[in-house]
Each structure stands twice: as structure tokens, then as C-alpha cells.
Nanobody
Framework: VQLVESGGGLVQPGMSLTLSCEAS????????MSWYRQAPGEARDWVAV??????????LYTDSVKDRFTISRDNAKNTVYLQMKNLKPEDTAIYYC?????????WGQGTQVTVSS
């Protein structure tokens, strides 16, 4: 199982970014896939989750990103995305992709998102 995030960067407030989480070693469409983030000096917090395709690919978001972030998946590419709009300085963090298999938690290496003018 491997998760590789990409797409982070430095953007100004109000701009958009789309993060990617490419999965390998398993079919991500059959798993709950989540995005977390960790700001400097803070704990790692849950951001968004998407259920398996068989469960309807339902999505949930933490309150602070509702109506701004969208989690989605491309099953053909075995990739999960986090589309982020109207970014705010408080969105600055390292963003991580996460899944669980056989009671083992897997994380990607993270991708840095910095929102600053």
C-alpha cells in the first residue's frame, strides 16, 4: 500500500488548488479515503472523507472547509483529489492522504499548502 500526494504550493488568499493522492498496491475505490492536515505546531486534523464506491462515494467535511473543499476520486487513475477553493491563510498546512486496511493506518508523505499574500 502506497499513497503519494502532490499538488501543493504557495497561493494567495482566495485562490484555488487541487491536491492529488495517487494510490498503489490496492484499489482505492473499495476503501474509505480521507484527507487530513497538520498546521505548524498543531495536531493532525481530519479534513474530508469519501466512502467506497460500493457505499455511494458519499462525502463529509469538517465545518471549516464546507462549501470550499471537494473530495472526489478517479477510479480509473486510482487517485483521490481534494479541490480547494477560496483558500484562506488558516488553510496553511501539510495535507496528508490516509486509508486503513486490515486495521493498519497508511499515510502519504504529505504535500505543503501555504496560503499567504
Amino acid at each position: 500500500v502506497q499513497l503519494v500526494e502532490s499538488g501543493g504550493g504557495l497561493v494567495q488568499p482566495g485562490m484555488s488548488l487541487t491536491l492529488s493522492c495517487e494510490a498503489s498496491g490496492f484499489d482505492s475505490s473499495t476503501r474509505v479515503m480521507s484527507w487530513y492536515r497538520q498546521a505548524p505546531g498543531e495536531a493532525r486534523d481530519w479534513v474530508a472523507v469519501i466512502s467506497p464506491r460500493s457505499a455511494g462515494a458519499n462525502t463529509l467535511y469538517t465545518d471549516s472547509v464546507k462549501d470550499r473543499f471537494t473530495i472526489s476520486r478517479d477510479n480509473a487513475k486510482n487517485t483521490v483529489y481534494l479541490q480547494m477553493k477560496n483558500l484562506k491563510p488558516e488553510d496553511t498546512a501539510i495535507y496528508y492522504c490516509r486509508t486503513v486496511q486490515n486495521n493498519i493506518v497508511y499515510w502519504g508523505q504529505g504535500t505543503q499548502v501555504t496560503v499567504s499574500s
